[in-house]
Structure formats: C-alpha cells, structure tokens
C-alpha cells in the first residue's frame, strides 16, 4: 500500500485528493495548518500545525515522521493574493512575499525534509499554475501569484535533475481552473474533477517524464 503525504489537506484540491487517495485504500499523511470537518472525516492520519512556510513547522513534520517511507509527496498548499500595478505599495510587497513563501519555497522545503524518506520509485507533485508560464501570460498582472509560481516551476525542474539518481520522480501540475476557495468558487471544473486528473498524471509520471509540466487533462504546457 502506498504510503502519501499531502500539504494544504484542510480544503479545496488538497482535500479532494486525499480523499480520492483514501477511497483507492491508499494510506494518506494529511498535512494542514488547522483541520476541518471534511478531513477528520477522510480517514487519513491528519498532521496539523504544518505551515509550508515555516521551516521549523516542516522540520517538526520531518521528525515526527520520522523512519516512515514515503512513496508520494503531494504538495499542494497554496495561497493566491492580488497585486495591481500602480498600487505595488508595502502591504502588496508583504502579500507577495507571503506567496513567494508559501507557493515557491514551501514545495521545495517540503521536498528536502522529506527526500530521505523516499526510495527509488517514489514521486513528488508539485501542484503549481499555469499562471506562472511565462508563455502563456497574455494577460499579466497577479504579481505575486505569477513570480512565485514561475519561481516553483523552476525549483521543480531542478528537484527533477537532482532527485534523478535517486530514481525519485517530478511532475510540475496545474491542477485547471477549478471551484475552491481559492477562485472564490469561479472555474470551469469542480475540484473532483481536477483531482482525479491529478491522480492520473502522478500515476503516469516516470523517470522518463520526470520534470514535466503537465495540465490535470494530461496536456502539456509551456514554459
Ligand atoms: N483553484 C484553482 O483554479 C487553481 C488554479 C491553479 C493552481 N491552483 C493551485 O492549487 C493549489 C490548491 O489550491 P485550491 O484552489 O485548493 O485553494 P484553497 O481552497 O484556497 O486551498 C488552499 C490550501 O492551502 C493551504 N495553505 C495556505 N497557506 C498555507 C501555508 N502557509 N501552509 C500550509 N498550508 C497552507 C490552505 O490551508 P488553510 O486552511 O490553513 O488556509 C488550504 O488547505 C494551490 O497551490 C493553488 O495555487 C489552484
């Protein structure tokens, strides 16, 4: 059975995949800042005070899954806040900062605290945006979100190189436009739907296709 850690468990896509994890009768690690309802629920063993941008918070995970094996590292957690040029004052400098935090070095904290504990034919999932294609930005604006998810893209094709000769895999996923919190329930799929895309894509990731930057839908994206 395999044995998968999840971050950002408590709502949203996070959620959705550890319940379709669980529903496969795979054992689920559900990482959150604070549960909820939803994921006491799941039947997943549920870690809490884990704040991906908080190295200390993560070494403590570390620990206390200490000498487990892990077979998927699903790092999900994300925050999304708005920067307008023209008003790229303190405060959208703080909010930026927090994102850079969170969607680009938690990934790769979580990553490094957890290598150890990975054996060859294990894979990481990195859930990044489209959003930070440089490629496909036709519209611009979303400071933050944008350079914070460019900036992960980045950390994962490296994770990729530099997890190969351990026969570790990386998939960089944009999980689609999707119904959460997040989009304040603007999209054009439920998370259900970008889960189980998710699912499929870390089922198909190989060492082969380690590094890629796959959509839920199984397209690639550019750069
Ligand atoms: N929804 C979309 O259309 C869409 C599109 C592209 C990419 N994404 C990405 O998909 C991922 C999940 O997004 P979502 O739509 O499910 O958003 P969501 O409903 O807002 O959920 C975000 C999750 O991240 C957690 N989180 C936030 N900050 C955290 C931190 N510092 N440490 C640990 N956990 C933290 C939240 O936990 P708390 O309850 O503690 O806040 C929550 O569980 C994100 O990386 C997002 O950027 C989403």
Same mark, same amino acid.
């Not at 959705?16 to 669980?22: N, T």
């Not at 799929?189 to 895309?197: F, V």
């Given at each position: ?14 959620? $959705? ?33 884990? /704040?991906? =941008?908080?190295?200390?918070? +993560? ?17 999900? =957690? ?10 790229? /004052? =303190?405060?959208?400098? $703080?909010? !930026?900062?927090?994102?850079? /935090? +969170?969607? #680009? ?9 957890? !290598?150890?504990? !990975? ?15 440089? =490629? ?7 400071? @933050? ?10 950390? @994962? ?11 570790? #895999?990386? #998939? ?9 919190? !997040? ?13 189980? @895309?998710?699912?499929?894509?870390? /089922? $198909? ?12 839908? @199984? ?5």
């Amino acid at each position: 059975m395999k044995r998968n850690v999840v971050t950002g468990a408590s709502r949203g896509i996070g959620l $959705e995949i550890v319940r379709q994890l669980r529903q496969r009768g795979e054992e689920v690690i559900a990482c959150c800042r604070r549960s909820s309802d939803e994921l006491d629920a799941s039947g997943a063993r549920v870690e809490t005070g884990v /704040d991906v =941008a908080d190295r200390a918070a +993560v070494a403590e995970l570390a620990q206390r899954l200490d000498g487990l094996q892990i077979d998927r590292l699903w790092n999900v =957690a994300g925050v999304m806040r708005p920067q307008t040029l023209g008003a790229i /004052d =303190a405060d959208a400098i $703080e909010a !930026m900062r927090l994102q850079f /935090d +969170v969607n #680009a070095l938690g990934p790769l904290l979580m990553t490094q605290a957890l !290598m150890d504990q !990975m054996r060859a034919g294990a894979k990481v999932g990195i859930v990044t945006s489209r959003m930070g294609s440089i =490629a496909d930005n036709t519209s611009g604006g979303s400071y @933050g979100y944008r350079m914070s998810k460019a900036a992960v893209n980045m950390a @994962g094709v490296s994770l990729a190189h530099d997890l190969y000769d351990r026969g570790i #895999a990386v #998939a960089i996923l944009h999980p689609g436009y999707v119904r959460t919190e !997040m989009t304040q329930g603007r999209g054009l799929i439920d998370a259900e739907e970008s889960a189980t @895309g998710l699912l499929a894509r870390m /089922d $198909e990731l190989s060492m082969e296709t380690s590094g890629v930057f796959w959509h839920s839908n @199984g397209d690639r994206l550019p750069w």
